[in-house]
């Protein structure tokens, strides 16, 4: 019950529900006759869609998270850890298709690290969430079908937060060395919760959105969709750190 309750506080705190949460206050309070506060709710609600869409503050509130650690850089390990992340179960799809973006990337860079590191076990982990099918079992087709010998694949399919993955994936690794695959804003927080277990993990992040160009495009400056999703992968993190700390 506390999870769902969780899921759903965090799911109307970020950043376009929140907006247009506002906007609809906004409008009720105008119609009830309470027009300047009901005025100043809608503006505070388009005014922050808008900066959230902003791709210079999304990328400002990004990579502080997503330049906490470098990328994984070979150390030896026994354990490819590769978090959970989401997908569809959708028979119609190939299997390359059924896991979301930050999912795959994360996978990719697992198999890649396994690859690297001969007699390493690939540990992938994650629920259903609202799916028939595990995350875990999810990715564990996807790497089968990228040639990764079953024998070499571990699945965790029951922890539902980072927290429980480091509870549980704890009790698999021991204290053998293992690469801690995510997504680079989710890495801080991973780190931390899998060092509260009394591990350490050697870093390895992945699906980075912030990458620094030489030159930027005019476009660069107009509000984008993905300035949007990156704004609200960033909040996810703050709002997630927030509640490891008064859950600590």
Not at 208 to 228: C, G, I, M, Q
Request: net charge neutral; hydrophobic share 45%; proline share 6%.
């Amino acid at each position: 019950m506390l999870f769902e309750i969780k899921k759903a506080m965090g799911a109307l705190l970020m950043p376009l529900p929140f907006s247009l949460l506002l906007i609809l206050c906004g409008f009720l309070l105008f119609f009830i006759g309470r027009r300047k506060l009901g005025t100043l709710g809608g503006l505070l609600g388009m005014a922050l869609i808008l900066l959230c869409s902003f791709r210079p503050f999304a990328e400002s509130i990004t990579q502080p998270l997503e330049r906490s650690y470098p990328a994984y850089s070979g150390q030896p390990v026994a354990y490819v850890v590769v978090l959970g992340g989401s997908h569809v179960s959708d028979d119609f799809l190939p299997v390359s298709s059924l896991l979301s973006t930050a999912s795959l990337y994360r996978l990719v860079e697992g198999i890649r690290i396994y690859d690297l590191n001969e007699g390493a076990k690939l540990l992938l982990s994650g629920y259903e969430g609202y799916d028939r099918e595990p995350n875990a079992q999810v990715m564990q087709r996807v790497a089968r079908s990228l040639s990764v010998p079953q024998q070499d694949i571990v699945i965790e399919p029951r922890p539902k937060d980072t927290r429980e993955e480091a509870e549980l994936i704890t009790n698999i690794v021991g204290r053998q060395p293992f690469a801690l695959v995510t997504s680079a804003s989710h890495m801080k927080r991973a780190m931390s919760l899998f060092e509260q277990q009394g591990v350490t993990p050697i870093a390895a992040p992945t699906f980075f959105t912030v990458k620094n160009a030489d030159e930027r495009h005019w476009r660069y400056y107009l509000p984008s969709p993905n300035a949007l999703v990156m704004t609200h992968m960033a909040w996810h993190e703050y709002l997630g750190r927030c509640w490891a700390w008064l859950t600590s």
